[in-house]
């Protein structure tokens, strides 16, 4: 193979400074200008201090990544990009600052070489064809974007480059495999190339500028990390840069530019371009620093360059709480520590490496991770070390023992702002797999660690994981799937002997787990974070297969399955106060009347979100710290979901026939979507009257729904159903069921109250009033001349009704919420044990309407039927009215003879019953500690409006509970 000697930047584009390739000599071209410096580095070289002359200001480092520089727009994007960070601080009065610029290659350029090296093991022609589309594409960018002089002198550079790259895969051609130093030499001119390009727009703008290759200047020791690495991964980790020759030979190549040396800096600084990603070894070898390592090349520079700060330009508007892919509501961290920042890269966030951080740590240099497509955007900072474990731990102690002598609670030493979450970023890693050993005898084995974990390191094994049984009888290591079945194989070798004798019981695999980890200093010393992320996971129905926390108390890891790796990730989010906590609602019945008026008031009210944005933060119930997002509605003829929420302002467009998102209408589909969604905070309103329905709710309340309820079908239906539910809730997954508006108060506290009485011992013994705001409506009219048939249809058109009225008639509806009220007391009853009266006239008992298309509406019909028989309850009416009394719908629930009725009785007017006007209940309860005088309820009983805001309000309730009572509130 021949070794290419690389173009370095300069101010010319005369072609005769660009150095030739040493054809007499491969591989040591090199030599004139590394060998008599190198030979002397020795194997350990202390990191030195920046070597180039201190201007004021400091230098800054920008570094660009392929997906920036993926088209000639972008290019130009880029460089007026650094123009105008070069130019930032003159408005201010400051001067220009000197800026360098760390480019990849364009973007795909890197697969594609890859591909022009691999295709040369079976066709050199084909690979010569894939290498001059990827040197055409180059140049057509120059051309675009440099003036026809200096676009002329880039092409010339890359199309003798191609050359030189054709005979050095000549090579693979013949020996039919690819050396590693091959596959480093050929991509790595893809930054050289992107470097030229950018230099070439600078130059025709007349920047002072210039572009360098990092392999004249960037020497590094290649600790066995050959080739590549995977795409993506960032794993500099075997590549070390030697500093010594490195800041030497930067200091050369910089004293040799005296005219850049020489500019005003209040009139212009330079832009230097260098090419990331590549390097060179101490002989003289071109190296790379493996895949996605242009960022280490760029923290090295910075602190080659001694800059005050190095921007990261990604697509994104910094480091984010989580990945913004898996969590819609994830949003950019405003700052972070080095060292989360590291313990966030370590378990998969989109960070810089570790390793890539190391001569910014050592450096003291911020590092700003920002978008190149919204450069106003200030993106997130990391600059600063969090206290190191000794210093945390004797700062603990002592607190401990201060507020011992002050008896009171010790205080975390890690302050917060208000409100400020204790974490800064959630992340997984998917496609691990959990390695287990297990056996009463390994606590015999004193040796077990040490060749368990050499095991693991002769077959390359990486552990991302490891926990320990207390008892010293299991041990759990977490590894890269693609290890496990090597790191399998390893430890039955090694362990051999102690499995035939049983010390060792088993050594098992499990795939298709992930680990999840929350990362932040705030939470060292902090108590109650733990919990709080052990709860999400409960709430969100994850099981926590394997967890570890650091000394440092800088992460918590867990191990999930993947399949719920998605779901723990936005449950920890909400819980931890990166978001609110998010409600998934499903709404039933969502375009009948009172679905229609529930809608409305959510809408009118700000406190539901439409669809999640990614990236975006959206606040919704802010005062509770939870938002509910709508994830699903149905009626009878259709419904829609979707888990990132749905839009309700268009509701019925979403439910109209031919609508894109309307599916048939299923409740066992509509189970499965509730089951599989990835919040653990779900709730059922059901606004149906449907039986089929309210079959549902032990399903429901199994899979840790919550249901809000409208529907009397459960409460007051068959006694076995209504067990079942209330069975399904308390035994199963925690899920609570709020029917307050299927009571005797529809909108009215009733329920609710009665419950916190008894809870708090008092002694329920008589509940009785007006039940029904219909009936109530109906009679207040009869008394004031109005016939039943028309009150009937005035009571529809105000919408207070049952979808039959009929059910309002024979009292039926309060005879129903005479069975809920009867069984939240303690009753067993079943509706066929009320007794009770109709104000449907008993001529029509039996009558059925017409149903056919073309027949009147239910409630003409009906009314036209009653209205010969109006006389009926205007008698009854006037007849207690002579005698002095007021003819009034009592409902009635007696503990003491354990009796249910519902009577039209004749009360004096002195009788709080009568007080009822409109549509109003009114409900007495009468007790040990409210006797002889009631506690008295009263206020609208009927009508969509009413029993909707009774919905909103158990709504409330259940968010408050979750919120309160299932996340814990961290100090």
Same mark, same amino acid.
């Given at each position: 193979?021949?070794?290419?000697?690389?173009?370095?930047?300069?101010?010319?584009? =005369?072609?005769?400074?660009?150095?030739?390739?040493?054809?007499?000599?491969?591989?040591?071209?090199?030599?004139?200008?590394?060998?008599?410096?190198?030979?002397?580095?020795?194997?350990?070289?202390?990191?030195?201090?920046?070597?180039?002359?201190?201007?004021?200001?400091?230098?800054?480092?920008?570094?660009?990544?392929?997906?920036?520089?993926?088209?000639?727009?972008?290019?130009?994007?880029?460089?007026?990009?650094?123009?105008?960070?070069?130019?930032?601080?003159?408005?201010?009065?400051?001067?220009?600052?000197?800026?360098?610029?760390?480019?990849?290659?364009?973007?795909?350029?890197?697969?594609?070489?890859?591909?022009?090296?691999?295709?040369?093991?079976?066709?050199?022609?084909?690979?010569?064809?894939?290498?001059?589309?990827?040197?055409?594409?180059?140049?057509?960018?120059?051309?675009?974007?440099?003036?026809?002089?200096?676009?002329?002198?880039?092409?010339?550079?890359?199309?003798?480059?191609?050359?030189?790259?054709?005979?050095?895969?000549?090579?693979?051609?013949?020996?039919?495999?690819?050396?590693?130093?091959?596959?480093?030499?050929?991509?790595?001119?893809?930054?050289?190339?992107?470097?030229?390009?950018?230099?070439?727009?600078?130059?025709?703008?007349?920047?002072?500028?210039?572009?360098?290759?990092?392999?004249?200047?960037?020497?590094?020791?290649?600790?066995?990390?050959?080739?590549?690495?995977?795409?993506?991964?960032?794993?500099?980790?075997?590549?070390?840069?030697?500093?010594?020759?490195?800041?030497?030979?930067?200091?050369?190549?910089?004293?040799?530019?005296?005219?850049?040396?020489?500019?005003?800096?209040?009139?212009?600084?330079?832009?230097?371009?260098?090419?990331?990603?590549?390097?060179?070894?101490?002989?003289?070898?071109?190296?790379?620093?493996?895949?996605?390592?242009?960022?280490?090349?760029?923290?090295?520079?910075?602190?080659?360059?001694?800059?005050?700060?190095?921007?990261?330009?990604?697509?994104?508007?910094?480091?984010?709480?989580?990945?913004?892919?898996?969590?819609?509501?994830?949003?950019?961290?405003?700052?972070?520590?080095?060292?989360?920042?590291?313990?966030?890269?370590?378990?998969?966030?989109?960070?810089?490496?570790?390793?890539?951080?190391?001569?910014?740590?050592?450096?003291?240099?911020?590092?700003?991770?920002?978008?190149?497509?919204?450069?106003?955007?200030?993106?997130?900072?990391?600059?600063?070390?969090?206290?190191?474990?000794?210093?945390?731990?004797?700062?603990?102690?002592?607190?401990?023992?201060?507020?011992?002598?002050?008896?009171?609670?010790?205080?975390?030493?890690?302050?917060?702002?208000?409100?400020? =979450?204790?974490?800064?970023?959630?992340?997984?890693?998917?496609?691990?797999?959990?390695?287990?050993?297990?056996?009463?005898?390994?606590?015999?084995?004193?040796?077990?660690?040490?060749?368990?974990?050499?095991?693991?390191?002769?077959?390359?094994?990486?552990?991302?994981?490891?926990?320990?049984?207390?008892?010293?009888?299991?041990?759990?290591?977490?590894?890269?799937?693609?290890?496990?079945?090597?790191?399998?194989?390893?430890?039955?070798?090694?362990?051999?002997?102690?499995?035939?004798?049983?010390?060792?019981?088993?050594?098992?695999?499990?795939?298709?787990?992930?680990?999840?980890?929350?990362?932040?200093?705030?939470?060292?010393?902090?108590?109650?974070?733990?919990?709080?992320?052990?709860?999400?996971?409960?709430?969100?129905?994850?099981?926590?297969?394997?967890?570890?926390?650091?000394?440092?108390?800088?992460?918590?890891?867990?191990?999930?399955?993947?399949?719920?790796?998605?779901?723990?990730?936005?449950?920890?989010?909400?819980?931890?106060?990166?978001?609110?906590?998010?409600?998934?609602?499903?709404?039933?019945?969502?375009?009948?009347?009172?679905?229609?008026?529930?809608?409305?008031?959510?809408?009118?009210?700000?406190?539901?979100?439409?669809?999640?944005?990614?990236?975006?933060?959206?606040?919704?119930?802010?005062?509770?710290?939870?938002?509910?997002?709508?994830?699903?509605?149905?009626?009878?003829?259709?419904?829609?979901?979707?888990?990132?929420?749905?839009?309700?302002?268009?509701?019925?467009?979403?439910?109209?026939?031919?609508?894109?998102?309307?599916?048939?209408?299923?409740?066992?589909?509509?189970?499965?979507?509730?089951?599989?969604?990835?919040?653990?905070?779900?709730?059922?309103?059901?606004?149906?009257?449907?039986?089929?329905?309210?079959?549902?709710?032990?399903?429901?309340?199994?899979?840790?729904?919550?249901?809000?309820?409208?529907?009397?079908?459960?409460?007051?239906?068959?006694?076995?159903?209504?067990?079942?539910?209330?069975?399904?809730?308390?035994?199963?997954?925690?899920?609570?069921?709020?029917?307050?508006?299927?009571?005797?108060? =529809?909108?009215?506290?009733?329920?609710?109250?009665?419950?916190?009485?008894?809870?708090?011992?008092?002694?329920?013994?008589?509940?009785?009033?007006?039940?029904?705001?219909?009936?109530?409506?109906?009679?207040?009219?009869? =008394?004031?001349?109005?016939?039943?048939?028309?009150?009937?249809?005035?009571?529809?058109?105000?919408?207070?009704?049952?979808?039959?009225?009929?059910?309002?008639?024979?009292?039926?509806?309060?005879?129903?919420?005479?069975?809920?009220?009867?069984?939240?007391?303690?009753?067993?009853?079943?509706?066929?044990?009320?007794?009770?009266?109709?104000?449907?006239?008993?001529?029509?008992?039996?009558?059925?309407?017409?149903?056919?298309?073309?027949?009147?509406?239910?409630?003409?019909?009906?009314?036209?039927?009653?209205?010969?028989?109006?006389?009926?309850?205007?008698?009854?009416?006037?007849?207690?009215?002579?005698?002095?009394?007021?003819?009034?719908?009592?409902?009635?629930?007696?503990?003491?003879?354990?009796?249910?009725?519902?009577?039209?009785?004749?009360?004096?007017?002195?009788?709080?019953?009568?007080?009822?006007?409109?549509?109003?209940?009114?409900?007495?309860?009468?007790?040990?500690?409210?006797?002889?005088?009631?506690?008295?309820?009263?206020?609208?009983?009927?009508?969509?409006?009413?029993?909707?805001?009774?919905?909103?309000?158990?709504?409330?309730?259940?968010?408050?509970?979750?919120?309160?009572?299932?996340?814990?509130?961290?100090?």
């Amino acid at each position: 193979m021949m070794m290419l000697l690389l173009a370095a930047g300069a101010l010319s584009w =005369s072609p005769a400074t660009r150095p030739m390739v040493n054809r007499a000599a491969p591989f040591q071209a090199r030599a004139h200008r590394a060998s008599p410096r190198l030979a002397a580095v020795s194997d350990k070289v202390e990191v030195l201090p920046p070597v180039l002359p201190t201007k004021v200001p400091q230098w800054e480092v920008h570094k660009f990544g392929g997906a920036s520089l993926a088209t000639a727009e972008l290019y130009i994007q880029c460089s007026e990009l650094l123009r105008a960070e070069s130019a930032s601080a003159v408005k201010d009065g400051g001067k220009h600052i000197p800026t360098m610029a760390i480019v990849s290659a364009k973007g795909g350029v890197t697969d594609k070489l890859i591909a022009v090296v691999n295709a040369a093991r079976k066709d050199i022609d084909e690979s010569a064809r894939l290498l001059q589309i990827v040197a055409d594409e180059q140049v057509e960018v120059a051309r675009q974007i440099a003036n026809e002089e200096i676009a002329a002198t880039v092409e010339e550079m890359i199309r003798a480059d191609t050359k030189d790259i054709l005979m050095v895969i000549r090579s693979v051609s013949l020996i039919k495999t690819i050396p590693p130093t091959t596959m480093e030499l050929v991509t790595g001119y893809g930054e050289i190339w992107s470097a030229m390009t950018m230099f070439a727009y600078l130059k025709t703008a007349g920047v002072p500028t210039v572009w360098l290759d990092a392999r004249k200047v960037l020497v590094v020791e290649d600790q066995g990390a050959a080739g590549l690495g995977e795409k993506g991964s960032s794993n500099v980790v075997g590549v070390e840069p030697l500093w010594e020759p490195t800041s030497q030979l930067v200091n050369d190549w910089w004293n040799s530019l005296t005219e850049l040396q020489e500019l005003d800096y209040s009139k212009a600084a330079p832009i230097v371009v260098v090419t990331g990603f590549v390097a060179a070894t101490v002989e003289g070898t071109p190296t790379t620093l493996k895949r996605s390592g242009s960022d280490y090349s760029a923290t090295i520079f910075a602190k080659l360059m001694g800059a005050s700060r190095i921007t990261m330009w990604k697509n994104v508007d910094g480091v984010y709480t989580a990945d913004p892919r898996r969590v819609p509501e994830a949003f950019p961290i405003e700052s972070l520590k080095y060292d989360e920042a590291i313990e966030l890269a370590y378990f998969g966030a989109q960070v810089l490496h570790p390793s890539a951080m190391m001569p910014c740590i050592e450096g003291n240099i911020p590092i700003y991770v920002r978008n190149v497509f919204n450069p106003s955007h200030p993106g997130t900072v990391i600059t600063g070390r969090a206290c190191s474990m000794s210093e945390g731990a004797q700062t603990w102690a002592g607190q401990v023992a201060e507020a011992a002598t002050k008896n009171r609670k010790a205080a975390c030493t890690v302050k917060l702002k208000p409100n400020e =979450s204790p974490i800064r970023g959630i992340t997984s890693i998917d496609n691990v797999a959990i390695v287990n050993l297990e056996g009463t005898g390994i606590a015999t084995l004193p040796d077990v660690n040490y060749r368990l974990f050499g095991a693991l390191f002769q077959a390359n094994v990486q552990v991302i994981m490891v926990t320990q049984a207390s008892s010293d009888s299991s041990v759990c290591l977490v590894v890269p799937a693609g290890d496990a079945n090597r790191a399998l194989r390893a430890l039955n070798a090694v362990f051999e002997r102690e499995l035939a004798r049983s010390q060792i019981a088993s050594i098992t695999l499990e795939h298709g787990l992930s680990i999840v980890a929350i990362v932040g200093e705030g939470m060292a010393f902090r108590p109650g974070v733990g919990a709080t992320f052990a709860k999400a996971m409960a709430n969100s129905r994850v099981n926590m297969r394997a967890i570890a926390q650091g000394s440092s108390e800088r992460q918590i890891s867990i191990v999930v399955e993947q399949s719920d790796c998605t779901r723990a990730l936005r449950a920890a989010h909400a819980a931890l106060a990166l978001s609110n906590s998010r409600l998934s609602v499903a709404l039933v019945g969502a375009t009948g009347q009172v679905g229609t008026a529930l809608v409305q008031q959510l809408i009118e009210s700000g406190r539901v979100l439409a669809t999640a944005v990614p990236g975006k933060v959206q606040k919704g119930l802010t005062d509770l710290g939870l938002d509910f997002k709508v994830t699903c509605v149905a009626r009878s003829s259709g419904m829609a979901f979707n888990y990132d929420g749905l839009d309700i302002t268009s509701i019925h467009e979403l439910l109209a026939p031919g609508s894109p998102d309307l599916k048939e209408p299923d409740l066992n589909e509509l189970s499965r979507f509730l089951n599989e969604d990835y919040n653990g905070n779900r709730v059922v309103i059901d606004c149906s009257a449907s039986q089929e329905v309210a079959d549902q709710y032990p399903t429901w309340f199994s899979s840790g729904v919550h249901v809000i309820t409208a529907n009397k079908k459960a409460g007051s239906g068959p006694s076995d159903l209504y067990q079942r539910c209330r069975e399904a809730g308390e035994l199963g997954k925690g899920a609570q069921w709020y029917y307050e508006t299927t009571g005797p108060g =529809s909108g009215l506290p009733v329920i609710n109250t009665l419950k916190d009485m008894v809870q708090s011992g008092d002694d329920i013994r008589r509940v009785e009033g007006i039940f029904s705001g219909t009936v109530s409506y109906l009679i207040n009219s009869v =008394s004031t001349g109005t016939p039943l048939s028309q009150a009937l249809k005035m009571a529809n058109e105000l919408g207070m009704c049952e979808p039959d009225p009929r059910d309002d008639l024979t009292g039926l509806d309060v005879k129903r919420k005479l069975v809920v009220l009867g069984r939240e007391l303690g009753l067993s009853l079943e509706i066929e044990d009320v007794k009770s009266d109709s104000l449907l006239p008993p001529e029509l008992a039996d009558w059925e309407p017409d149903t056919s298309s073309d027949a009147p509406s239910l409630i003409d019909q009906l009314s036209a039927a009653m209205e010969p028989y109006d006389s009926i309850m205007t008698e009854l009416v006037e007849g207690a009215k002579a005698k002095g009394m007021i003819l009034t719908p009592v409902s009635r629930v007696d503990m003491q003879d354990r009796s249910v009725s519902f009577l039209l009785t004749s009360l004096p007017p002195t009788d709080r019953l009568t007080r009822a006007v409109h549509n109003d209940n009114i409900i007495a309860i009468t007790s040990a500690r409210y006797s002889p005088q009631p506690l008295i309820i009263q206020g609208p009983g009927a009508g969509a409006q009413i029993t909707a805001s009774g919905l909103f309000a158990d709504l409330l309730h259940l968010s408050r509970t979750l919120v309160e009572w299932t996340i814990p509130r961290i100090q």
